[in-house]
């Protein structure tokens, strides 16, 4: 059973376009995350629910949009893609206030914008 | 802000090499460490984690200490293997507080084992 996962892995596609990904995880879990990677493996926040409401967004264009339907599912919009978008994006989850910040990754989406 | 500082690499060893890939950090109060590691195509994983002064986390054959004196918390193993070729990632989780703790990364550093 896969803890957090992502969909799609993979995602190819031209500037201009809009593209979703989604995650789920199944750790019962009542904070989730997006992170990007860049291609030198740097790590960035981008947005986290608890409980389907946002509490972190950091400094991202708004062509990024997060919506939560429900505290296990979470998911990422992005629309007007840019070649800078390339990238991996990964969902993660975790306790919230409740753990020790320990968070559970998903195998990533990778984002590749021609 | 918190901040994660961590040995840049890449870092490349020769099986049985000793390891260690240091990890500084700055953060008020008293954060949770961490390290993951990505090994290649694939997401992070926790490897190992403190939550106090003076905790060591062990995984694997992997260890690091929690130092607060220092701010430290420096990944350490006696023989790598072939296997341990991966990204290893410092990470720090603020203080349980009012808002998300969200981790902090430190840049990631690739390591390579070669038989």
């Known amino acids: 059973d896969t803890a957090v996962s992502q969909t799609p892995k993979y995602l190819v596609t031209q500037m201009g376009n809009d593209k979703s990904i989604k995650c789920e995880q199944n750790?019962?879990?009542?904070?989730m995350y997006w992170y990007k990677q860049d291609s030198k493996k740097f790590l960035k926040i981008m947005f986290s629910?608890?409980?389907?409401?946002?509490?972190i967004n950091e400094t991202v264009p708004n062509r990024f949009s997060p919506k939560s339907p429900d505290k296990a599912h979470l998911n990422l919009h992005i629309n007007s893609l840019e070649l800078g978008d390339s990238a991996v994006y990964f969902c993660?989850?975790?306790?919230?206030?409740?753990?020790?910040?320990?968070?559970?990754f998903g195998e990533g989406s990778r984002l590749t914008v021609l | 802000g918190d901040s994660v500082t961590q040995m840049e690499g890449p870092v490349t060893l020769s099986e049985e090499a000793f390891l260690t890939i240091n990890c500084t950090y700055t953060?008020?109060?008293?954060?949770?460490l961490f390290w993951y590691v990505q090994y290649p195509g694939e997401g992070l994983q926790l490897l190992l984690k403190?939550?106090?002064?003076?905790d060591k986390g062990s995984n694997k054959g992997f260890e690091a200490t929690y130092r607060k004196e220092t701010t430290s918390f420096h990944l350490e193993k006696g023989s790598v293997q072939v296997s341990d070729s991966a990204v290893y990632f410092c990470?720090?989780?603020?203080?349980?507080?009012?808002?998300?703790?969200?981790?902090?990364f430190g840049s990631g550093t690739q390591l390579t084992v070669l038989p």
């Open positions: 993660a989850s975790s306790l919230g206030q409740r753990g020790t910040g320990e968070l559970f």
């Open positions: 403190a939550t106090k002064a003076d």
């Open positions: 750790l019962g879990h009542d904070t």
């Open positions: 629910y608890n409980n389907k409401e946002l509490i």
């Open positions: 953060a008020t109060g008293y954060p949770s």
């Open positions: 990470a720090l989780s603020p203080q349980a507080s009012g808002s998300a703790r969200q981790l902090t």
